[in-house]
C-alpha cells in the first residue's frame, strides 16, 4: 500500500482551475455576482436588526430562512441537553444531588447543579467518587457537545484526551 499520493490525479477536472487570469467581461460577472450575494445577505442582515421596513419577497424568505435555521438549531441544542440529563438516577450525598457515570475506571459522581454549566468549551470540574471511609475528589477536564448527549471527560488536563461517558439511567421500579 502506497502511503503518498498525487493529488493531481483525483483534483484533474476539465476546465476548473486550469485558467490563471480571466478576461475583463468574466471578472465582471464574477464581481456582479458576488455584490449581489453581498448585498442580499447585508439587506437580510439590516432587516433582522430593524434598520429597513420593506422587504422583497426573495429577502423576506431569506430572513424566515435564516430564523427558522436559529430556532431549529437552538431547539436541537435543547433536546440533546435534555436527554442527556433527564430520565437519570440521582444519589443524595451529604445533602448534595448527584448523577454518577457509568462505564468509568471507578464509580466517579457529578453534582446535578454542574450539568447545567457545561458546555462546549472544556472547563475543569470535580468529579467525586466513594472509598470505604469518605468522599473524594479528583478534578477533570470535561465538556459537551452540541451533536451528542454524552459527556466528554479528559483525566488529565494537561495531555487532553477526552472519553465519552453517559450518566446512570434511573433504575425502573
Do not use: W
Not at 40 to 53: P, S, T, Y
Not at 58 to 82: A, F, Y
Not at 112 to 120: A, D, F, P, R
Amino acid at each position: 500500500m502506497q502511503m503518498d499520493r498525487d493529488d493531481s490525479e483525483y483534483l484533474d477536472i476539465p476546465g476548473v482551475g486550469d485558467k490563471d487570469t480571466y478576461s475583463v467581461s468574466e471578472k465582471q460577472l464574477i464581481m456582479d455576482r458576488l455584490n449581489e450575494e453581498r448585498l442580499i445577505h447585508q439587506r437580510v442582515q439590516e432587516k433582522l436588526d430593524g434598520k429597513i421596513e420593506a422587504y422583497t419577497e426573495e429577502e423576506k424568505e431569506q430572513i424566515l430562512h435564516i430564523l427558522n435555521k436559529q430556532r431549529l438549531s437552538i431547539q436541537k441544542r435543547e433536546e440533546i441537553k435534555k436527554k442527556r440529563i433527564e430520565k437519570k438516577e440521582k444519589y443524595i450525598f451529604n445533602n448534595r444531588e448527584f448523577y454518577k457515570f457509568t462505564k468509568m475506571e471507578r464509580e466517579y459522581y457529578i453534582e446535578v447543579n454542574e450539568c447545567e454549566k457545561l458546555t462546549s468549551r472544556p472547563i475543569i470540574l470535580t468529579l467525586y467518587y466513594k472509598t470505604f471511609e469518605e468522599f473524594k475528589k479528583k478534578d477533570v477536564l470535561i465538556k459537551t457537545e452540541l451533536y451528542s448527549d454524552k459527556f466528554f471527560v479528559s483525566y488529565n488536563p494537561i495531555r487532553v484526551y477526552f472519553k465519552q461517558y453517559s450518566l446512570e439511567d434511573q433504575k425502573k421500579k
